[in-house]
């Protein structure tokens, strides 16, 4: 019963065989390896994108910095929501690889940024000339950090709002695929159709060891990446062990098939929880995250039962919980969870 986080869960077997394969002989190191050729055609295509940038890194929150960093100034603001895991979970280091844009928060239900509050907020800062910041971009996670999902259609409104200030719109995709399935939406039109110019594509969470692409639709910054990515740091010598993860990630739609079951996972313990007394579920069950609330002393039951997840702040006499379910949780885990809410 480990509903941490999905980056609790190990690698696929398919990922591990991978890199097992690549270990073998000599490649060319930081990024030339020929794997990495045939990863870069296979994310044009997925993408529908022939013109994409795409770079490999290890960390996510490495690939949001730098994809923020190759995308505003110093001197920006980065509009992202108030719970982004750009804003209250990555250390500073998005202030520290822009050196210093100010991430200003934006509110929402459930996770979400709306139109109206991303053009209230975006109305509120860069006007006071010199003496202020002026508005630099927006980030929008998908999946958001409530575990809820935007359509293609919501992220083309916010977009929109930023275009109007001509800002340019990354995407925090450390669950992009489960946001794909959820939706069944393309790559290609939950991204640069909806107005997206860069992409954090994340693999580790959803059952990779360790890999993240960062797909960027404007080539024009592509070199400033390349620089940026070296010089923090984030350049692997032995890259071939990034792409090798990432190609097999995208072969036969396992991708695709690892996101739909931890989807499957969430929705099952979803319907579960809704059918006991005296849970409530903080945000609508959207993909593998979920937010429950019950009774005082449930923790302590749980616990004893050998349940694992985040316990999260909640009102007098409440507990909260944030569980996530991962692309090899199965049922048995599930309904395990669930016997010991019952009981
Ligand atoms: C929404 C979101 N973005 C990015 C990340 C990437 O984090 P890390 O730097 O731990 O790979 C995470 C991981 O928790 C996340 O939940």
Redesign the pocket.
Known sequence: MFFT?D?ASGAAPEIMAAVARANEGFARSYGADDIMVRVKAQIRQIFEAPEAAVYLVA??????ALALASHCQPWGAVFAHTD???AV??CGAPEFFTSGAKLVPVDGAHGKMTPETLAQTLGRIGESGVHGVQRGMISI?N?T?AGTVYTAAEVAALTAVAKTHGLPCHM?G??FTNSLVTTNTSAADMTWAAGIDVL?F?G??NGCLGV?AVVIFDPAKAWEFELRRKRGGHLFSKHRFLSAQMEAYLTDDLWLRLANHANAMGGRLARGIKALPDVHLRHPVQANMLFPEWAAGTHARLEAKGAAYYQMPAPEGREGARLVASWNTTEAEVDLLLDALKS
């Not at 960390?59 to 949001?64: E, F, K």
């Open positions: 986080s980056n960390v996510g929150t490495a690939a949001n982004a895991h750009i979970d990555e996670t999946v950090e925090d450390a669950r954090t994340g580790t969470k993240e």
